[in-house]
């Protein structure tokens, strides 16, 4: 069973930062394309940004390149986004997806439970 445990969400105000961690099996980290996802109330998730783990290839949705920065710790078989430059807009829940496909319209085969980001003005 595929388990993703994400952590790392909170408040913070605009302008701020907050790194999300996702932890996985070994099984699931290995040669797969991990990710973020999120959604706030009343919209559809989005993906956020992605990574190959076996080459490192990264992808990014235009809103948030050059503020987030997702990255891999092969030893932790974790991900982690750092968000930086937050706004209020980037408040939803976070999901940390494995199996992430790319293209138009990004979808995963896995999601963690979520976590919250909320970023007050």
């Known amino acids: 069973q595929v388990q993703l445990v994400e952590s790392g969400g909170g408040s913070v105000q605009a302008g701020g930062s907050l790194r999300l961690s996702c932890a996985t099996s070994?099984?699931?980290?290995?040669?797969?394309?991990l990710g973020w996802f999120r959604q706030a109330p009343g919209k559809e998730r989005e993906g956020v940004a992605a990574?190959?783990?076996?080459?490192?290839?990264?992808y990014y949705a235009d809103s948030v390149k050059g503020r987030f920065t997702i990255s891999q710790d092969n030893a932790k078989n974790t991900v982690y986004l750092q968000m930086n430059s937050l706004k209020p807009e980037d408040t939803a829940m976070y999901y940390c997806a494995a199996s992430v496909r790319l293209g138009g319209s990004w979808g995963a085969g896995y999601w963690g439970q979520g976590t919250q980001v909320t970023v007050s003005s």
């Open positions: 990574i190959y783990t076996a080459g490192g290839s990264t």
């Open positions: 070994e099984y699931t980290y290995s040669s797969n394309t």
